[in-house]
């Protein structure tokens, strides 16, 4: 077939394609009135997973020659389109503009939403509490630095909840003006350099590597300084017009969680997760009690951590944060929460989640 034939054909299904999307499109707000209606939530993380699961299944079962990735990708985007259509989503996350969480919130939400940047956590919540937003974005895990400790503290003061989770592969790029030969030295946030030194000895061994306060700083003394490059997102290197020279190796890339913060749990998909804080009277086995009532209810804990109770200064009370398989409404959560409580322990659902499959990346 000629190369112009096999554009004719191109554009034959490119109309289609725009009339089936068309066609969703109206189906999708026929959805968004339903769910005014009825008090619903527009966005449905679990439904919006199952459904790239079901299409990445048969895009495999027809040898499709797309990837998983790219179906992902596409399919992110015609959902953040319908997002748009049902309702003007607004989304704020922990900036600056081009942090891995702003970069992880397009990934989730698309390019049809809006987007607000926060200096803090605390202007991430509140932000979501006054309905100024929809849902927020927040680091809540990091595989190497470990918990997240300011997100996990402030879910316990605060009356939102844990919408949805997102699991993250951390790429990060070096990104310049200039090509590699004129890299002299390389600014990034301590965390990073600390990472990425082993690769970047080896891709850039006469470069001085330089910290800076943030990567939003790096990105910025990049931009202006000849000769030098910053380590930060791809989102960033777009931000400050800068040339994504390297990018972290996969054996380097490190994981993270994110979570997405709402006014409420979604919700149960059948495949949930649940986040609780456990307060208890600090004493040797104090762990171990709590432990044996999850156990006695078959209630799986998936991870523990330990958190000192901001004003005790006697060392008295033991605040646990654990994550548990299962939805706060189904009945062996119920009991088990009762079952804490009836021993003393004060115990606060953060949230209920579908279980996140699925490690993202750019
Ligand atoms: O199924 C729904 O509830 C929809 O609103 C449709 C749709 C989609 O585009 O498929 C859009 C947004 C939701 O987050 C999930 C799915």
């Not at 289609?16 to 209606?37: D, M, P, S, Y």
């Not at 299944?57 to 049902?86: D, W």
């Not at 990567?215 to 000769?227: D, I, R, W, Y």
């Not at 931000?239 to 979570?259: D, K, M, N, Q, Y």
Request: aromatic content about 6%.
């Amino acid at each position: 077939m000629s190369l112009e034939d096999t554009r004719i054909k191109i554009d034959a299904i490119d109309q289609q394609l725009i009339r089936l999307l068309n066609e969703r499109a109206e189906l999708v707000h026929v959805i968004g009135e339903i769910k005014k209606k009825d008090g619903l939530d527009i966005y449905v993380p679990g439904r919006e997973e199952k459904l790239l699961r079901k299409l990445c299944e048969l895009n495999s079962a027809q040898q499709g020659l797309l990837t998983e990735k790219a179906i992902r990708a596409i399919f992110r985007e015609i959902m953040s389109a319908a997002l748009a259509l049902e309702n003007s989503m607004k989304i704020s996350f922990l900036g600056p503009a081009g942090s891995w969480t702003h970069q992880v919130a397009i990934n989730k939400f698309g390019n049809s939403v809006s987007y607000v940047a926060e200096a803090s956590t605390e202007g991430v919540f509140s932000r979501v509490a006054c309905q100024g937003v929809d849902y927020g974005v927040l680091p809540i895990e990091h595989s190497t630095e470990g918990a997240v400790h300011h997100t996990l503290d402030h879910l316990v003061d605060s009356e939102l909840q844990i919408y949805a989770e997102i699991l993250w592969k951390v790429e990060t790029v070096v990104m310049a003006k200039g090509d590699v030969a004129s890299v002299k030295v390389i600014y990034g946030h301590p965390q990073m350099l600390a990472q990425c030194r082993p690769w970047l000895g080896q891709c850039y061994p006469h470069a001085t590597l330089i910290e800076s306060a943030s990567s939003s700083l790096a990105a910025t003394h990049a931009e202006s300084e000849p000769g030098t490059a910053a380590l930060g997102t791809p989102l960033s290197a777009e931000l400050h017009g800068l040339r994504v020279l390297s990018t972290s190796p996969r054996e380097h890339a490190t994981r993270a969680r994110f979570i997405i913060l709402g006014r409420r749990s979604g919700a149960p998909t059948g495949h949930d997760n649940t986040m609780l804080m456990v307060h208890a009277r600090d004493r040797v086995g104090a762990l171990l009690e709590v432990l044996q009532v999850f156990a006695s209810r078959n209630v799986n804990v998936r991870q523990i951590e330990n958190r000192p109770v901001p004003g005790d200064l006697t060392g008295e009370q033991a605040r646990f944060f654990l994550e548990i398989s299962g939805h706060h409404e189904e009945t062996s959560l119920q009991e088990t929460i009762h079952d804490l409580t009836a021993q003393g322990a004060k115990v606060k659902v953060l949230g209920s989640y579908p279980a996140p499959g699925w490690v993202e990346e750019r």
